[in-house]
């Protein structure tokens, strides 16, 4: 029953940012981890990024340290990811979903239509 509305996907060159939202559509988020995941043409899920349910812990995959953050904001049931100097391999549909953040980035739950990150020049 958990549900996540994804938005703020678009087309960007290569070392331009996007901020992606993840909103809550039918359940405070406030209880629960959260984690962004990525799926590329012929390519494996991948988590990128996962927070705690106060948005005290937060780990990120190898290839988005440092330049991917994380945050989440409970009085407006949304998390957030903050995405700099994007390379081409982050091209990808990119979703977010209920998560457990304690030994990784692993998904909980149904997913959600996602949104769509191109970075091409």
């Known amino acids: 029953q958990w549900q996540f509305v994804e938005s703020g996907g678009g087309l960007v060159q290569p070392g331009g940012s996007l901020r992606l939202s993840c909103a809550a559509a039918?359940?405070?988020?406030?209880?629960?981890?959260i984690g962004w995941f990525r799926q590329a043409p012929g390519k494996e899920r991948e988590g990128v990024s996962c927070?705690?349910?106060?948005?005290?812990?937060?780990n990120y995959a190898d290839s988005v340290k440092g330049r991917f953050t994380m945050s989440r904001d409970n009085a407006k049931n949304t998390a957030y990811l903050q995405m700099n100097s994007l390379r081409p391999e982050d091209t990808a549909v990119y979703y977010c979903?209920?998560?457990?953040?304690?030994?990784?980035?692993?998904?909980?739950?149904?997913w959600g239509q996602g949104t769509q990150v191109t970075v091409s020049s």
């Open positions: 979903a209920n998560a457990d953040c304690r030994s990784g980035i692993v998904a909980l739950g149904s």
């Open positions: 927070i705690g349910s106060r948005g005290i812990h937060s």
């Open positions: 039918d359940f405070s988020l406030e209880n629960y981890a």
